[in-house]
């Protein structure tokens, strides 16, 4: 083997790790979002760069609580619209307030918070409490796992003016 064909051989893996896809983690980073906002599991994602349609693929559907006071359910395809600080039009997550099931359909970046929107109402939460992702079935609280609190942000949950 010549020592081309041989130095060819040695480096093809770190040619594939530098020109590899963004998980869809970092695809989320590259638009002001932390990686907290999907749960752990995510198998793939397409993104459309010139309409910011996106889909991401979970290898279930996901339900988990936050800290006991929200729980969330994704699907396993989540859809919806990202550019840098909004992700609109979503479809295939919902959190239960009360006794209903809401589907979230805005996330809007202001600051170092989250805005939510699920249509009548919407709640605010620091940008802190999403830097890890939840895991199915657990959440944050996995065991000894136990990695942070949902805190309310400064603006509690209330109604929207739409």
Do not use: H
């Amino acid at each position: 083997m010549s020592s081309t064909a041989l130095l060819l051989l040695l480096l093809s893996p770190m040619i594939c790790a530098v020109t590899s896809e963004p998980t869809a983690y970092e695809m989320m980073e590259s638009f002001r979002f932390p990686e907290g906002l999907l749960p752990k599991g995510v198998t793939g994602y397409e993104l459309d760069p010139s309409s910011g349609k996106f889909r991401a693929d979970l290898n279930g559907s996901c339900s988990f609580s936050l800290e006991g006071s929200y729980q969330l359910n994704y699907q396993k395809t989540i859809t919806g619209y990202i550019s840098e600080g909004r992700l609109t039009e979503l479809r295939g997550i919902s959190v239960k307030v009360l006794f209903f099931w809401l589907n979230i359909l805005d996330v809007v970046r202001v600051g170092d918070d989250l805005d939510f929107s699920v249509g009548v109402a919407s709640a605010s939460f620091s940008l802190d409490n999403f830097f890890v992702s939840p895991q199915c079935g657990c959440g944050l609280d996995c065991g000894d796992l136990q990695i942070r609190k949902l805190k309310l942000g400064k603006g509690n949950p209330s109604l929207s003016t739409v």
